[in-house]
């Protein structure tokens, strides 16, 4: 361990110094440390406390990293080394945890990396795992993956049809298996287990439960001073164990994750104008899918029920009306599929007015912005039999009074 600190200290040295001392030798030599702290960090034989000070200290210099002559070579040394080691250890989903914590900044790294030309021939190398990991990785990591994937695919296009098709059959398995598991999503979780430690939790049963993060609690063993050695002045050391309740957080699988649905629509978007020639059929399978999903829906028993969360049904009526804007973006591509399901889409839309609440002005605003594309389409004559119903200003803008005042001209415009 030794050794790993005289790294860490020599290699912030080396980051410190002037750059424009870039003779071969110096290059050489700080190369080498970097590598050093590198594979300290993926060295499973090494504390957690080592791997994530030595990762610290990479992430705190990743932009100097960009001005150095030889950076190339630092880039593959972070893709062949993180990303393996990313693919090859297991996802945790238990906050705090040295282990996450880990995997985030190594994620983060690569989320940080200046966007470049000199990062251009290692994109494909790093998008190819990044799209796998996604699919096995926790809620808090799959965000930070999916942003990578939207970014280097805006700024390089690379073609990835493969990973792309893979990916998109991913999104369809999540959407699908969201109508089996609606009465799981809005009920607000706990889990407590005060006489049992972390360790003897069956943490894969309460994942399988869970849509979004929640709250564990669990007992902890710790010794504390007894009363004797506080009011003595005998140097040992007297301690009896303490029982006391600890509090962790566990993070939703990617695939359950009602928040990283909510991004989805995004990224689909983008994989649309890149890929849609290549993959025309795996995006028109997703248009009927994405219609019954926006039929989804609590019902009564369940927004009356106390335990029912608001916060999860508003994230959940957000990744709708995303889906709702992804199908008025692809409308006209695939209008024969829209018009074959315009049943759905009819009452979709006049759920989506209804469920929406009154204060979540955007949210409607969203919503009715989607409407105006189906609307100014061949698809308007499928509204022809419901204008009574749209034309309903408590249904349209609902009763809240901001919403009115707001969203009245949009509406009536569209």
Known sequence: MANNVIVDTHYTQNMNRSVTSDSETYQQCNYQQFQMLVHSVVDQLNTDEVRLKHLQN?????????????????IDLLVKNFLRS?????????????????????IEIFHRL????????????????IFKLLTKENEE????????????????????????????????????????ALDQIFTTKTFSYPTMTINEIDIINIIEQICSS?????????????????????????SSPQVVLDTFTILSRASHSVKLLAEFPVAIVLLYQLCRQSLQIEFG?????????????????????SKFNMEIYIEFLTTQAKTLSFLAFVGKTYQDQLASNSELLVIALLQLLDGCPPENVQLRKDIIVAARHFLSSDLRTLFVPHVKRFFDENLLLSIGYTARETLKPLAYNT
Request: no cysteine.
């Open 58 to 74: 990479i992430s705190d210099n990743i932009e100097v990293l960009s001005t150095l002559p030889n950076y190339p070579a630092y």
């Open 114 to 129: 200046p966007i470049s030309e000199v990062l251009r021939p290692f994109v494909k190398d790093i998008l190819s795992p």
């Open 141 to 180: 990591n799959a965000l930070l993956l999916l942003r990578i994937i939207v970014e280097y695919m805006k700024q390089f296009r690379p073609q990835m049809i493969n990973e792309v098709r893979e990916f998109l059959q991913f999104v369809h398995n999540v959407y699908r298996q969201k109508a089996s």
């Open 285 to 305: 399978d997703l248009v009927p899918l994405f219609l019954r999903y926006l039929t989804l829906q609590p019902n009564k028993e369940q927004k009356t029920d």
């Open 214 to 238: 929640v709250q564990l609690t669990v007992k902890k063993i710790q010794n504390l001073p007894t009363q004797s050695s506080l009011t003595t002045d005998d140097t040992t050391n007297s």
């Open 86 to 106: 990313l693919i090859e250890t297991d996802t945790v989903f238990i906050i705090p945890s040295n282990a996450q914590t880990i995997r985030k900044q190594m």
